[in-house]
């Protein structure tokens, strides 16, 4: 992880009066796992849709894989999104298509692509969530909220991304279903080479497949690094966040999984 395929300078992100994000900076580097934190109102996912070019910033540049995301033409900014994929809390998937359809939908965008090998390009991003051969044939109403959640991956995982964008992927799940889909994206990340851009605010999470932490206080990255330096931040919400109770039990759960825990 020697370089930065997200960097962030000066943002200023503001609805009317209200302003979100004021002179932030981030880099994300290649390959990392990145968990994004902060209190209410901090802004995680406006953070997040913003670098993803979903919204248009107030101030400031996002260059995301060499490319201004300000100042880009069409194209290019086209060419970057099918570099990346997001997922949405609860997978945000078409109701009216099946969960196949649902992971088709960015293939579609690949011209002259034979919709016998658009089927099994889906097929193979469906196993690839972690789903099984059948889930393709579903409805999202007929899924489960995790097997959602995989189905909403999947499709992020359709045009064979670089970096990925989670929001808050482990929200609502139970502690067996979250731990499972640590270890799926853990895994998906070190096996595909994944950039992973993802705000959550479960502990759990953190501690067992994020590399750094960026934490969003006073409207700004208070500050980046490895979780297990987060206990030494001297800000209010760092401490109560990283030393209570909560981050003990992720902790010591993680070094219990360790060989000689």
């Known amino acids: 992880m020697t370089d930065a395929v997200i960097r962030v300078r000066g943002l200023r992100n503001q609805f009317g009066p209200n302003i979100v994000h004021d002179g932030l ?5 290649r390959g990392e796992v990145l968990g994004v934190v902060g209190g209410s109102g901090t802004g995680k996912s406006v953070l997040l849709r913003t670098i993803a070019g979903l919204q248009r910033p107030a101030a400031g540049s996002v260059e995301m ?3 201004d995301m300000q100042t880009a ?6 060419a970057v999104s099918q570099r990346t994929g997001v997922l949405f809390q609860d997978g945000a998937l078409f ?7 649902n992971v088709e939908v960015p293939l579609r965008a690949i011209h002259g692509l034979a919709t016998e090998t658009r089927q099994a390009l889906a097929r193979l991003k469906i196993s690839l969530a972690g789903l099984p051969w059948s889930a393709g044939d579903k409805f999202p109403a007929e899924l489960s909220g995790g097997m959602r959640k995989r189905a909403g991956l999947a499709r992020a995982l359709a045009l064979d991304p670089e970096i990925v964008f989670l929001d808050e992927p482990t929200a609502g799940l139970d502690p067996i279903g979250a731990a499972a889909f640590d270890d799926l994206i853990g895994s998906l990340s070190r096996t595909l080479g994944l950039t992973v851009f993802l705000v959550t605010h479960d502990l759990d999470t953190l501690y067992a497949i994020c590399d750094r932490v960026a934490v969003l206080a006073e409207r700004r990255v208070l500050v980046t690094g490895p979780v297990a330096a987060m206990g030494a931040v001297d800000h209010p919400w760092v401490q109560s966040y990283f030393r209570g109770r909560r981050a003990r039990a ?10 000689g825990g």
Do not use: F, Y
Not at 25 to 29: A, G, H, R, T
Not at 95 to 101: F, G, N
């Open 25 to 29: 900076d981030l880099d994300v580097m």
């Open 250 to 259: 992720a902790r010591d759960a993680i070094a219990a999984q360790a060989p």
């Open 73 to 78: 033409g069409e194209a290019a900014l086209k």
């Open 65 to 67: 894989l060499g490319v």
């Open 95 to 101: 109701s009216s298509l099946t969960v196949r359809e």
